[in-house]
């Protein structure tokens, strides 16, 4: 297996040398010595834009995920020389338009919840970056990946239902508020046609006035009106193509748990067989 026992990170506060730890199932925790002290510790998530796609890794600052429990705060990372543990992470994740990574960082803070200075965020992005590189790159990383995706399984496909479930809601809402507008606009529009007929019997300052494009007036609400209902129709269509999304990242979930049932349950019968032999 192509690891590496330990990183040299060169940051704006100075070297920090990082011992990567045994995988732990779905992670690996490095040791921070030099300018900094403390550890990182570095799993498998989602795709930022794909909840279904496990192909990212996320750095955290501490011993643990941040996203699942919360370090207490005599086990964070701190500089060599300060007082103050920090929260953070990152998450590395494959490019959408070219073959180099991204990374999206949640900024860092102290335990304090203070924003650091300029030159000790950096270093701190720095190191989680490195552990993030380190990670990404090591043969084992489907294993952490694959192990990362059952942790995670129950928790997104609860979420993506419920967003599946808003998003239906709110298309019905957008849809009822499109139909609510264009009756409205129907009924304004058949009214400026009155005033205007109105008008052109018996011209009067008065009509004219109901009928010119101002602020409150009936002109304007009937350009409201129609914008409203093509805006709410556009919109009832995004929410619609919104759920139908998250609903195929329901299922595509499914069948990957499913599929790794499927596999577990084939690895241990081949197991017990060679046993029996």
């Known amino acids: 297996m192509s690891t590496t026992t330990a990183l040299t990170i060169e940051t704006p506060t100075g070297i920090v040398r990082a011992t990567v ?3 732990l199932m779905d992670a690996v925790v490095f040791e921070l010595h030099g300018a900094m002290r403390g550890s990182v510790h570095v799993t498998g998530t989602h795709h930022p834009h794909d909840w279904d796609q496990f192909t990212a890794v996320r750095a955290c600052l501490g011993p643990v995920n941040a996203y699942e429990t919360t370090a207490p705060d005599d086990t964070l990372p701190r500089l060599a ?5 920090y929260h953070g992470s990152l998450t590395r994740y494959p490019g959408d338009y070219s073959e180099r990574p991204e990374v999206c960082v949640n900024p860092p803070s102290t335990a304090a919840g203070n924003e650091p200075s300029p ?3 950096a270093t701190l992005t720095a190191v989680l970056r490195a552990c ?11 294993l952490i990946l694959d192990a990362s ?8 496909l609860r979420f993506l239902n419920w967003a599946a479930a808003r998003a239906d809601a709110e298309a019905v809402r957008c849809a009822a508020e499109s139909q609510s507008a264009r009756h409205a606009l129907k009924a304004a529009v058949a ?12 011209p009067h300052p008065v009509l004219l006035l109901m009928l010119a494009d101002y602020y409150g007036s009936l002109s304007r609400h009937i350009h409201v ?3 409203t209902a093509s805006n709410r129709v556009e919109r009832a269509a995004e929410e619609r193509a919104r759920a139908d999304r998250y609903r195929a990242e329901v299922a595509s979930l499914r069948a990957q748990q499913q599929c790794g049932r499927t596999r577990r349950r084939g690895a241990q019968a081949y197991t017990g067989a060679e046993e029996m032999v």
């Open 21 to 23: 730890g045994p995988r």
């Open 191 to 202: 009214v400026w046609w009155s005033v205007a007929r109105w008008l052109t019997a018996h």
């Open 81 to 85: 020389h300060g007082r103050s543990g």
């Open 119 to 121: 030159r000790t965020a």
């Open 132 to 142: 993030a590189d380190d990670v990404a790159q090591r043969d084992d990383l489907p």
């Open 225 to 227: 009106l129609e914008w």
């Open 149 to 156: 995706r059952r942790r995670e399984t129950p928790r997104l």
